[in-house]
């Protein structure tokens, strides 16, 4: 494509220099991947830099960049044939460029965008197993892996960049991929990642706090989710639709912003007031029974119907919610639904139950990293087995510091006993880690014991348990990995846990 034809196409791009018949391939904002045709975009961040990369694209030929008004002068840019700038932000309209080049794939795909701080990798999963077993062929972007079908790639980002992002939905559609259902994380959001994307519907589970090593502060935290919405309202698609789970946290500050942008893309409520909602939930050991509500469009009444899932938690009846109302706004038939939540298979890392050899007593393996998470995970299990709850966690190194005492004072709150272990330290030494952890405990609390080895933590809840018991291993969820200083070493919870079973 010319770059006459991209400046025609997206009016905030100017050519500075150049030759506007000059032929684009594609874009990256990595130095690796950039070919001769291609357009490298300056990465956010990186500043420090740029005059290497720059000499490096230089030294390979490279003719084309694109930089935010303002990045002018960088020494280097004068090297370069082509000088494209943009006066709006870099990372949207690196999305919207790339978007543009693989051909507009999201136009022919329904795209499904998930975002919130807890419930996204759960929801996603759920929606591609209902979909899925309802005869579509699904695509998966998230936390965990990528899907397309039955193919499983893996992933280093929640949400890709936005160049592989959009490679990606071009291949889905030459293997026939019909629906993509994907996780749209704050940082992606923020940073431009799903820019230009066309989106069929986005749903909204919660925002409580996390990243502010990144957001700084809860209200761009709330900005950067609420980009989600203006994907849907942008989006040329028909039927497009969104659904903001309400009666949650942060669910009435962005009903607000939603209500100040007078959006005309139709946006619905899950909660009491809402068109959907959840009722009656029974929670077992084995699965959970709940009721599900919805209001029939143009009638004066709701239709209620009991259902029952595998899933266990709260939380999961939340998500297996949502996911079904999702669906049926989709167009996918009620009764179907329905009758393909009974059994969804557990996601990687999320309420993963492992039973002891003598099923007298479970561990459960999540993924929560946030206060709002652990919490929500640790009311479950009490409404589970009020028996025994033994919580053992840790926090990350090298990220938001501030909710590591929140996290200690829920721990305190809602187990019988506390083990403290590593998360993914990183840089920042486990021991200081773990005693801010502390700092969230009473005066006085004595119900816990710190062991920074997280192995020998873990061998030490499960000889802790009791029978009816429920040790709570938090944090790491599917990982497969843990980082200790610049290192990553091989762990898995999920195998740690079934070894100590084995060992009592």
């Given amino acids: ?137 699904c695509g998966l972007i998230g936390t965990v892996h990528i899907r397309i079908g039955d193919e499983i790639k893996e992933t280093g980002y929640t949400t890709p960049d936005a160049s592989s992002l959009n490679l990606l939905l071009k291949e889905m559609i030459t293997k026939d991929v019909e629906y993509v259902f994907v996780e749209m994380s704050s940082h992606g959001l923020k940073l431009g990642r799903t820019s230009g994307l066309d989106v069929q519907a986005v749903g909204f589970t919660n925002l409580t706090q996390d990243h502010l090593d990144f957001h700084h502060d809860m209200d761009d935290y709330l900005n950067s989710k609420f980009k989600i919405f203006q994907l849907l309202e942008q989006s040329a698609l028909k039927n497009k639709f969104g659904i903001v789970a309400s009666d949650v946290a942060g669910g009435p500050e962005m009903i607000e912003r939603l209500s100040e942008a007078k959006f005309t893309s139709p946006i619905y409520l899950l909660g009491a007031t809402g068109e959907f909602n959840y009722t009656h939930t029974k929670l077992s050991i084995l699965g959970s029974e709940f009721r599900l509500h919805r209001k029939e469009k143009n009638l004066p009444f709701i239709h209620v119907r009991k259902v029952s899932t595998n899933l266990l938690g709260n939380f999961n009846v939340f998500n297996v919610s949502l996911a079904s109302f999702i669906a049926s706004e989709l167009g996918f038939g009620w009764e179907a639904i329905i009758k393909t939540i009974e059994v969804i298979p557990t996601v990687p890392g999320r309420f993963q139950v492992v039973k002891s050899p003598d099923l007298s007593r479970i561990a459960v393996i999540d993924y929560a990293h946030t206060p709002d998470a652990l919490e929500n995970i640790l009311k479950s299990c009490m409404e589970i087995s009020s028996k025994q709850i033994i919580c053992l966690f840790g926090c990350g190194g090298d990220r938001d510091r501030t909710k590591r005492p929140i996290m200690g004072r829920i721990a305190e709150e809602y187990s019988d006993y506390v083990i403290l272990t590593s998360d993914n330290p990183r840089t920042e030494n486990p021991k200081i880690i773990l005693e801010e952890i502390e700092a969230g405990f009473s005066r006085g609390f004595k119900r816990y014991e710190t062991i920074p080895d997280r192995r020998q933590a873990i061998e030490r809840g499960v000889a802790l348990l009791e029978k009816d018991g429920i040790l709570v291993v938090a944090g790491k969820g599917h990982e497969t990995y843990q980082i200790i200083g610049k290192e990553k070493f091989e762990f898995i919870d999920y195998e740690e846990v079934e070894k100590a079973f084995h060992k009592i």
């Fill in 1 to 137: 494509m010319k770059i006459s034809e991209i400046i025609k196409k997206f009016p905030e791009i100017k050519l500075r220099k150049g030759d506007p018949e000059f032929e684009i391939s594609y874009i990256w904002a990595d130095t690796r991947l950039t070919k001769k045709d291609d357009i490298f975009v300056l990465p956010e961040g990186q500043s420090e830099r740029y005059t290497a990369y720059l000499e490096s694209l230089f030294q390979q030929g490279v003719k084309t960049v694109l930089i935010q008004s303002g990045q002018i002068k960088i020494p280097g840019l004068e090297n370069f044939e082509n000088i494209l700038e943009s006066d709006q932000y870099l990372g949207d309209t690196h999305g919207k460029v790339a978007h543009l080049l693989a051909g507009s794939p999201s136009k022919k795909l329904k795209v499904i965008g998930i975002t919130g701080t807890n419930g996204k990798t759960s929801l996603t999963f759920i929606l591609f197993h209902i979909a899925t077993k309802l005869g579509k062929k």
